[in-house]
Nanobody, 117 residues
Framework: EVQLVESGGGVVQPGGSLRLSCAAS????????MSWVRQAPGKGREWVAV????????TYLDNVKGRFTISRDNAKNTVYLQMNSLKPEDTAVYYC??????????WGKGTQVTVSS
């Protein structure tokens, strides 16, 4: 079956760093656009970062530009999100998302990131 499994979340102090990983299986990973999406309690969904199939093009939410980096390793069927200079407002559940460019969409169950002193 299709699986997207996030890991790497946790509690970190403001200014700290975390690296999230998403391990994919059950579909042709290299043919899918991958994204990281976050949602904080009581707030709407935010599309944090997107990376194309070959890893050559990336886009970011304005609030995370210069701090977050999305990357992928197609040989390992894994997408990453490196998060630096974390702020309390980055606190959210972070979800891994896959899209085939048409109608197929897959979601992970999410990993909690908490930025607090």
């Amino acid at each position: 079956e299709v699986q997207l499994v996030e890991s790497g979340g946790g509690v970190v102090q403001p200014g700290g760093s975390l690296r999230l990983s998403c391990a994919a299986s059950g579909f042709a990973f290299s043919n899918y656009r991958m994204s990281w999406v976050r949602q904080a309690p009581g707030k709407g969904r935010e599309w944090v970062a997107v990376i194309n199939r070959g890893g050559s093009l990336t886009t970011y939410l304005d609030n995370v530009k210069g701090r977050f980096t999305i990357s992928r390793d197609n040989a390992k069927n894994t997408v990453y999100l490196q998060m630096n200079s974390l702020k309390p407002e980055d606190t959210a559940v972070y979800y891994c998302h896959a899209n085939d460019g048409q109608s197929l969409n897959y979601w992970g169950k999410g990993t909690q990131v908490t930025v607090s002193s």
